[in-house]
């Protein structure tokens, strides 16, 4: 059976049995008519989540809502949260145990303990079962995106079939994706970008959500070229991956740093030793703030900001569509002179 049926059968299953399930695995919560009531899908105490008891119409037992935060979904999200599980097997697993229904056959293997999912501990466990990018399909990705970066770039790695869940339709998906670290100044993971990509090499998965972030993302960022412990005198900073790695592509020697979003941008920690900070911005005006408030901070720490404008959308639409020789051209006469040929592979 295939882990899209899989899961959709489970969840069917467990809808059948959706009140006993609530006492299991929601125990902080009570029967109030044809809901049962908790605080969240982690169990906590609370009044926010209904989970429905009964099928009605098309009103499926099983399914819940959190009216607190618009979370929504099945019993299988339930087993998954409140147990804090990552992996979808053992999800499926603890499902067919409480519903005593036989495992598919496999090798028997020695289970981890599970961790709280969308931990850094999660994302620690998930980058240390991935493998480095070279010859695999994330690294295709990243080429025909333009993006050559050196085979040392440890923030980077591949999983062959990374889990995904689609939010809307609750159908779970094995896909390979490219994992960046998030990691704070010391080099430790707090964090992970998970890129899906199309099994095909057509990009990007073909998902609603082909990208998504998980862990502590605050403050910290995907580094490319970072010496942990080490000063960074000059550096440049930027929301998103493929946008600070296209700089990294031509700027080899610069260490970047990718925020993952506009706010996460405006509350990054800058390393020790930072005297000169070039902030890779888009052209459209979304991350404006993002940009102002880390250059007020920076200036206010005595480092010296300047924004570097790409001549498109962002700067891998320039490496795309302009080449590396055409951006290294453009961002010379945006760099402080005396880094040009320290910093600029093409100068």
């Known amino acids: 059976m295939s882990s899209r049926g899989s899961a959709s059968e489970l969840a069917r299953r467990l809808g059948e049995h959706a009140e006993a399930v609530c006492r299991e695995y929601l125990c902080n919560g009570r029967r109030v008519g044809n809901y049962w009531i908790v605080g969240d899908v982690r169990n906590a105490r609370g009044r926010s989540m209904h989970v429905r008891l009964n099928t009605v119409g098309r009103k499926v037992a099983g399914r819940w809502v959190d009216e607190a935060t618009s979370e929504y979904g099945d019993l299988l999200d ?25 495992r598919p056959q496999r090798a028997s293997a020695v289970r981890e303990p599970p961790v709280v999912r969308g ?37 980077l790695r591949f999983h062959p079939g990374c889990y995904y869940r689609d939010l809307e339709s609750g159908e779970t998906h094995s896909l390979p994706a490219l994992i960046a670290a998030v990691t704070d100044l010391d080099g430790r993971v707090t964090g992970l970008q998970r890129t899906w990509l199309d099994p095909d090499g057509d990009g990007k998965a073909h998902v609603a959500d082909p990208r998504r972030s998980m862990g502590h993302i605050l403050s910290n960022g995907i580094w490319l070229g970072l010496d942990p412990g080490m000063p960074v005198p000059v550096m440049a900073a930027g929301e998103g991956l493929e946008t600070m790695a296209s700089l990294r592509t031509v700027m080899p020697a610069l260490p970047v740093v990718a925020a993952t979003s ?19 911005a888009d052209a459209d005006a979304a991350g404006r703030h993002g940009i102002d408030r880390l250059g007020q901070r920076a200036g206010e720490a005595g480092i010296l ?16 569509s302009l080449g590396p ?17 320290r910093h600029l592979w093409a100068a």
């Open 305 to 320: 900001t300047l924004v570097l404008r790409p001549q498109l959308g962002d700067f891998n639409d320039d490496l795309r």
């Open 325 to 341: 020789h055409r951006l290294a051209a453009w961002l010379r006469d945006q760099l402080i002179l005396d880094e040009v040929s």
């Open 78 to 102: 339930v087993i998954e949260h409140s147990c804090g599980l990552t992996d979808f097997r053992a999800i499926a697993d603890k499902a067919r145990r409480f519903l005593a229904m036989p």
């Open 262 to 280: 506009a706010n996460h941008l405006s509350g990054l920690m800058l390393p020790p030793g930072c005297e000169r900070l070039y902030i890779a």
């Open 119 to 155: 931990s850094p501990d999660a994302a620690r466990r998930l980058f240390a079962m991935s493998k480095p990018v070279a010859g695999t399909l994330a690294e295709r990705y990243l080429a025909s995106r333009g993006i050559v970066l050196g085979r040392h770039e440890r923030a």
